[in-house]
């Protein structure tokens, strides 16, 4: 190890570094880490360590704030309007079911292994290094993106709460940039910033805040509720403004409650970020679980008390699509036109503990991705005197404040959730592989074999659901699906024993909640768009570029270092061609 030459010490090293790509990649792309190397040896990386200082009431605060944001304020609207009508109530029950069934497999992992990485540590230590960079590199993509969205719509609702007509005036037009870029947002860019401060300062600190503003931001939305329910009109639940229109409380039918569940389903991204406090949490076993979940329920009862309170104010087909609740008090009963403007003030405090929340979990994510040597380790220093990820923080919280000073809301709304779900998705497989599958004891194949198998029956279904036309034959063939993928599940929960238990808190019914959460995130992936998809495989593309470039060389010197130690260096390929050859 000694004599190893650094692949960044001169232009000549590194231009052997890449010729020795395909060995390298051989050797670290598949390597897996371990829980004690994650929670140990990785974590003495950062320096000082983060404090634990966190309870599960912080948790359900962080979970909270992260979740009720200003996404139910826009996605509401169109599912009710273009997809279930006043079914949308049970759309947020289906979709807090589908983040709960994720929220399971995310605690599992959390209470095992208590880091800051989140989904990038618990398929590192599954899947390898390489898939580990992918989904956590797109997680850290779609976090950026999104909070510089969420800090434009912050400035949107002021103007809301403000009374002001329209939210260019708070805004400034440079008129020789392209459209779409040329709206410089300077209250948005100063969002970003106060809140980068708090989060570098103390994690403490930022849940008294979010706790704080979650609870002004909940009382906005109980009083936004009881006011819909005051002066709603239950028959508004069955009969549509324009009696052309389909009438009943399923107009859409059974599809248009799912598809409501796919467009809403957005609304739920920001618990994961949770699941990055891990390592600040006094009592992981207990806390976690309570705070994950809880969160989520308590998110899924809150949001359908709302859909159900905008049904109750006007008929599907009269709800503004893009405001909804605001649109609904402009045009529900008389007296109640004023509740608009504090609807954009509660907005407000929703955006801002969203931003919080989600700017506190992308720091964490990068910190441990530091830890891992695949992006330089200045990235996973924790300061000695706050014992915050402040290099993370700071460097990410600035990109945020570029990204939002100039790039339209509609542009970056574009561009998000497709790599959430597909990190959703891969913890979901992570969690049955790690049950199934002991490095060097066990043999991997049957448990791949079943979860590509379920994953191909949930594909085949999606596009059915989506593209197939109305009839028998197309339920005949969606039938067909379920029944292939149940057969797969219970041959597989018959024929595989589990290589390990968790010692503490384990998702329940295994293998059947996670399998349903894979179903339903693939569900949810066949619901985006063609820009969306377009968006994840050119980031993936430039993060599978980084990876080749970087990242795999940073690492393998780290590990010739000792670094990262040999144990960590087995791959999954290097078991599997073990067993292959015992077989």
Known sequence: MGTHSHSFSSFKSYLHALSDTPNRL??????????????????????????????????????????????????????????AGPAVVLSYAIAGLCALLSSF??????VDMPVAGGAFS??????????AFLTGANLIIDYVLSNAAVARGFTSYLGTALGLPANAQLRFTIHGLPKGYNEIDLIAVLVVLLITIVICYSTKESSWLNMSLTALHILFIVFVIAVGFWRGNLINFTEPGNPQNAGGFFP?????????????????????????MAEEVENPVKNIPIGVSGSVILVTILYCLMAASMSALLPYDMIDADAPFSGAFKEGPPGVKWVSNVIGVGASFGIVTSLLVAMLGQARYMCVIGRSCVVPSWFAKVHPSTSTP??????????????????????????VSIGTLFVFYMVANAVIY?????IGTTNPWPTLSFLFSF??????????????????????????????????????????????????????????????????NIFLLGALNKGSYLRFGFFSALTVLVYVAYSVHSSFDAEEDGTLSQKAGESIKECIEREVHIL
């Open 122 to 131: 618990y398929i590192r230590v599954t899947f390898g290094e390489f898939l």
């Open 105 to 110: 497999c995310y605690t599992e992992f959390a």
């Open 26 to 83: 051989r050797r670290r792309a598949c390597s897996v880490s371990t829980s004690s190397e994650e929670t140990s040896r990785l974590r003495a990386r950062s320096g000082s360590e983060m404090k634990r200082t966190l309870g599960w009431h912080d948790l359900i605060g962080f979970g909270v704030g992260g979740m009720v944001g200003a996404g139910v304020f826009v996605t509401t609207g169109r599912a009710s309007n273009l997809c």
């Open 455 to 520: 994953s191909l029956t949930s594909v085949m279904f999606t596009l059915l659901w989506h593209c197939a036309p109305s009839g028998k034959p197309k339920g005949f063939m969606l039938g067909v699906c379920v029944a292939v993928a149940i057969a797969v599940l219970l041959v597989f929960l018959f024929m595989v024993p589990q290589a390990r238990k968790p010692e503490n808190w384990g998702v329940p019914f295994m293998p059947w909640i996670p399998s349903i959460s894979i179903f339903l």
């Open 252 to 276: 859409f039918g059974a599809s248009g409650v799912f598809n409501g569940a796919a467009v809403v389903y957005v609304s739920y991204i920001g618990y994961d970020a949770v699941s990055t």
């Open 390 to 415: 402040v290099n993370a923080s700071s460097s990410l919280g600035i990109f945020t404040a570029a990204i939002a000073l100039f790039t339209d809301l509609d542009i970056l709304l574009d561009l």
């Open 434 to 438: 790690r049950r199934y599958v002991a």
